[in-house]
């Protein structure tokens, strides 16, 4: 594959900055149209590489992409799981150079989606092409790219419901996560799932003057910071009323292969220009991104934001709010635990409204399993050291869904790092990394 | 004066509403020439109803506009002062009719400005009118309207310093508060002051995953909600050090005299529609909202605040926060006190900006003063009833800094109410409190 890649290495880039030129926001109604204009260069981009057929199939919501290559149904399926939408690029003013229109810098691709989750799955779609093209395919390979992995999954979720022989596969094939670091190569075996809620504390039925008002009423705002305040406690645990009663404890020896992954608290701190870093008490840093729940506000806004001031005691204020969950945790019990827990402790002078925005479970994958152990063989020669297992913090709420309704594992060959700063500005995806991901994801199909 | 208004009504009206119409938002730079505009209009009203002189005055700012007519500079002089410009309009969404377009529904006038302070300011220029077109003026007055009120007055601080001369004066006559209601009026004797401040809490150098550090690092919008809920104990009291040092106790006769405003809890809940009061324990709800200081955050801002759900830490979390005072304390002081405990407060995981937007002291006015039992007189003959004198709780924050350097009491007749909604959506003014208002302006020159 290495001798493929750097043959077709531009062909390869032009390919992927045509995905990348398309600005798929899927949370953004304004983009509806691009969404599609995406899963369409998919498509061609599936055929190109050797796909007996692709298609754009109608969802619910924002299409999905559906692409095969059927060698002998007796032969293993793998099924590759990706999604073609990405984040929002606000604030837009931090980008330096258009999220839109892709820029090679110091060996990185800059653009939204060079990582997240474009630039992963282009990988699985040129590795394809290298073992159609080479007459080395020994498998049945599925493709599967949904375009509102960002905002939730919904669509897919009920697609998958009525899709599930379509899908039928051996093992779910996705990247769609990152490596510790680019010298040690590191394997998912499992994700945190999540809750994500939406807030609004209602006050007076009109903003006030806050000179007239001032000291005599309950604020919403002030209100609501002291309702989010309250959800976390003095030692870093979560308030909720039985929010960590399905939380399993991991076992000593489980910890301590987890630990095993480098950590300098230094250069993390020094990474994301902090000081202090904060976190639930009795649990390492890494513990806590990776095996341990968490709440925090992702937006929060009320009362005047423009220029200059407003003496304002706005009529409301909202906040989203998202919880990360354990493998063990049920991302719907956690809603309904939270909005009872939060309409429990609204005082009496507001009102208080929570929606449940999405959510997902978390997983796990047997480090024992024939799949995870050809990954790590593949990862392995490629960066010429073997894989550390580790426990990613993010979520893919889908995969828990697809592992129960097809009775599939998903594998998590992820290539992206931490230095991409996928759902910032600047979001990039180093060259190397896209191109030994692709050589990786062929030696797998080698392995597998 | 009563013949005079009914013979002119529609005049009046007319000539209001072109002020109106103006959309002389002083905060916002779009408006830079809206303001001018505004104070040109107000230069023609002021010439139109007799005034010798009257022009637009250059400013660091928004002008201020001045006008007089000196019958005889051994008389007294009254001092009218009042301001141009009005607040924002968001959201716009929840008002009935445009901002900017004044209608007439149910016997009052909706369109921002209409109270504050266009409409109240208005009636001075008509009573004015009044009293030279029927030969009746005997006093020298001076009108200076400023165009920064509502975001503090900065530019007319700074053009008062180097005019001391032009505004010298006897009283100081304003129309921008409200009375207690239409039929039990009442007259101002002080006001509280005010500090308004803007904090932003900064944490890790770019906006970052939840998935990714979700738990292990300090969440600037967590952190923010953390520290504003720390600013107000259980009891109410603020929990800035020193914040309360400066603070004079009124006695329990004072207490006693202001307690005999009306009051009905359930009236109050109802007109703002919440089913609970708070604020600082051993107060009345009339006390806090006027001889007590308070704080209030006016707005805040944080993450992701669009569409759908973004699973971001963000790097940034702002917030307005503004603070009432009663006459004795220093806002200057109170910016400090405040600077210093809001830095002291923040964990090591963030950084801190705080930045003074604008302040002003509270003041007081004394109930034996001439002025105030000559406009005493007049509202009682207009209403039949004599006003009660009251305390209120917004800040003018240029009247004490007027008060220092021309050495002149300022004389708050208001004829505003709380339904008026003023800084709302919806701002309204009664033309029954319009008209009734220049006619006790007028009578109070008959008897000061």
């Known amino acids: 594959m290495k001798q493929y890649i750097e043959k077709n290495r531009e062909r390869f880039l032009e390919e992927l900055f045509s995905l990348l030129r398309i ?16 899963a369409q260069r998919l498509v061609e981009l599936l055929k ?40 929002p690029v606000d604030p837009l003013n931090l ?27 282009f990988m699985h779609i040129k590795a394809f092409e290298f073992l159609v093209r080479t007459g080395q395919l020994r498998h049945n390979v599925k493709f599967l790219f ?10 897919l979720s009920k697609w998958i419901k009525t899709h599930k022989k379509l899908l039928a596969c051996d093992i779910i094939l996705v990247s769609d996560t990152t490596m510790l670091n680019e ?49 976390i406690d003095e030692d870093g645990h979560i308030t909720i009323k039985g929010f960590y009663d399905d939380v399993v404890e991991l076992s000593r020896k489980d910890r301590k292969m987890l630990g095993r992954a480098p ?5 993390y701190m020094d990474n994301i220009g902090v000081k202090a870093l904060k976190g639930e008490k009795g649990y390492t840093t890494l513990e806590r991104v990776g095996i341990r729940p968490c709440l925090d506000v992702n937006g929060i806004w009320g009362g005047y934001i423009g220029e200059g001031s407003k003496t304002v005691i706005p009529s409301e204020a909202h906040a989203k709010i998202s919880m990360r969950l354990v493998p063990n945790q049920d991302s719907k019990t956690i809603a309904k635990l939270f909005t009872k ?47 550390v297992p580790s426990r990613g913090g993010g979520s893919i709420a889908i995969l828990a869904e697809m592992q129960r309704a097809l009775h599939a ?40």
């Not at 950590?263 to 250069?267: Q, R």
């Open 23 to 38: 600005p798929s926001v899927s949370s953004e109604s304004a983009h509806k149209d691009d969404m599609y204009r995406c």
């Open 48 to 87: 190109e590489a050797g796909a007996d057929k692709a298609e754009v199939c109608r969802t619910t919501g924002h299409p999905v992409v559906y692409g095969e290559k059927i060698i002998d149904p007796k032969r293993p399926t793998v099924l590759v799981y990706g999604h073609y939408d990405v984040m």
């Open 183 to 231: 010298k040690i190569p590191s394997i998912n075996c499992g994700m945190r799932g999540i809750t994500y809620m939406e807030v609004t504390v209602k006050g007076p039925n009109k903003d006030l003057h806050s000179g007239h008002y001032g000291g005599g009423v309950y604020n919403p705002i002030n209100t609501l910071c002291q309702m989010i305040a309250s959800l």
């Open 341 to 387: 827990h939060f309409k429990a402790i609204a005082p009496k002078g507001v009102t208080v409204e929570v929606e449940e925005k999405h959510g997902g479970d978390g997983f796990l994958i047997p480090i024992s399993s024939k799949a995870y152990k050809a990954a790590s063989k593949a990862v392995g020669e490629v960066y010429g050291i073997e894989p």
């Open 263 to 267: 950590y300098d608290a230094k250069e």
């Open 146 to 155: 949904e375009g509102e992995e960002e905002m939730g999954s919904n669509a």
């Open 409 to 448: 594992d998903p594998l998590l060959m992820g290539f992206g790092l931490e230095r991409d700063f996928i759902h910032s500005p600047n979001e990039s995806y180093l060259l190397d990394q896209l191109f030994k991901g692709m050589e990786s994801i062929a030696k797998f199909y080698q392995y597998f």
């Open 95 to 121: 980008w330096k150079s258009d999220p839109f229109e892709p820029e090679i810098r110091d060996g990185a691709i800059y653009a939204r989606g060079a990582n997240d989750d474009k630039g992963q799955t």
